[in-house]
């Protein structure tokens, strides 16, 4: 399971920085690709109206991630939690809720764990990851994964700063190019989904 963990983490770890992004909702952007399709699902939600919906498009498609960056300005020397409901339909090789800080010399530390089957697991579950965010952290990039074939929705999430103690899901830090959060939004926005 762990080295599971670790080759996912890795896997999203290069996605992150992967190709040219497309909106998909206020707040939420996704690479573009021929092998999966994100949007907002106005049928299917675990409360209120909408969720957010990832499915395979194509053959053989490897990995996928919808995200939403954010500084870490207000979250530097915090632990933070995201947590969120998702609902899978035959993603066979796992989906997930990841989040990623990314420090200003390159550096991150990264949650990925694709432990959410939907050949195993039925309905919304809730799932969480948590994170030390260190205090030279430039960026917090968080949101959906994906692997192969299926769908998954993901609604009502929520990103915290935790006031108990709360062991972390995240790998050790490691080296990386710089990301740029230029631009990037102060605080969390449109996490139910319901935002036009």
Known sequence: MMLRHWVCCVAAAHLVAAQVDVAIAPGWSAPATPSYQSSVDRTIAH???????????????????????????????????????????????????????????????????????????????????????????????????????????????MLEVLTQPVMTTTIERRKDQPRDYRGASLKAVNLGFEGR
Request: hydrophobic content about 40%; cysteine-free; charged content about 25%.
């Open 47 to 157: 409360s209120g109206k909408s969720s957010l919906m990832v499915k395979a498009i194509a053959p053989n498609p490897q990995g996928y991630a919808v995200r939403q960056k954010i500084r870490a300005d207000a979250f530097r020397g915090k632990r933070i939690r995201l947590s969120g409901w998702l609902k899978p339909d035959d993603a066979i090789e796992g989906g997930a809720l990841w989040l990623r800080i990314d420090m200003l010399n390159g550096d991150y530390i990264l949650d990925s764990m694709m432990e959410l089957s939907g050949r195993t697991q039925q309905g919304w579950t809730r799932r969480e990851v948590v994170a030390q965010v260190p205090n030279d952290a430039v960026g917090i990039s968080f949101g959906l994964r994906m692997i192969g074939q299926g769908r998954i929705w993901a609604d009502d999430l």
